[in-house]
T-cell receptor, first 114, second 111 residues
């Protein structure tokens, strides 16, 4: 059974640019969550999607957005990149909406903003 | 609000030593508690969980007991191996709410 797949694994952008990250969940999983991981802040919750609807949202500015498609694949977008957006972005999927914590993580997309 | 506090690392141990990583939480109601592990270059993996007070989660020789009276969920292992070197995250979650993670504790085990 394939795991959670994130693309691209590594990318470098410059300030002011935008970036789109992709996440393919485990087959059959309908919930996708996104987290930002940095050495100083640890894991910060960005948002969660379930059946194409945003169910929860963290405390990030509007430059961070996401969406989920009918096949449960998800994308997140960051516009007007800032140096502080450099981080590992982790996607996690889960089977059902109601099971908090049963998350399966991808390996992440490491974004460097220069 | 809900939060998780973990001991700062790195924790450095020799192989076969006893491991404890402290985790305390603040939450309303009765959250579920989790330990996740992140090996170098990989995403997080669920290590163990406990869903109610006095439950003990266990996996791969690791154990943690849900202590409501001390709001703690400390991770323990009797004899660590070099292969246990990783970052360990304590987390809590309730119902359909998001999972809240601690800042992580890096464990380094030397032969």
């Amino acid at each position: 059974k394939a795991g959670v797949t994130q693309t691209p694994r590594y990318l470098i952008k410059t300030r002011g640019q935008q970036v789109t990250l992709s996440c393919s969940p485990i087959s059959g999983h309908r919930s996708v969550s996104w987290y930002q991981q940095t050495p100083g802040q640890g894991l910060q919750f960005l948002f969660e999607y379930f059946s194409e609807t945003q169910r929860n949202k963290g405390n990030f500015p509007g430059r961070f957005s996401g969406r989920q498609f009918s096949n449960s694949r998800s994308e997140m977008n960051v516009s007007t990149l800032e140096l502080g957006d450099s981080a590992l972005y982790l996607c996690a999927s889960s089977l059902l909406q109601a099971i908090a914590g049963e998350l399966f993580f991808g390996e992440g997309s490491r974004l460097t903003v220069l | 609000g809900n939060s998780v506090t973990q001991m700062e690392g790195p924790v450095t141990l020799s192989e076969e030593a006893f491991l404890t990583i402290n985790c305390t939480y603040t939450a309303t109601g009765y959250p579920s508690l989790f330990w996740y592990v992140q090996y170098p270059g990989e995403g997080l993996q669920l290590l163990l969980k406990a869903t109610k007070a006095d439950d003990k989660g266990s996996n791969k020789g690791f154990e943690a007991t849900y202590r409501k009276e001390t709001t703690s969920f400390h991770l323990e292992k009797g004899s660590v191996q070099v292969s246990d070197s990783a970052v360990y995250f304590c987390a809590l979650g309730r119902d359909t709410d998001k999972l809240i993670f601690g800042t992580g504790t890096r464990l380094q085990v030397f032969p």
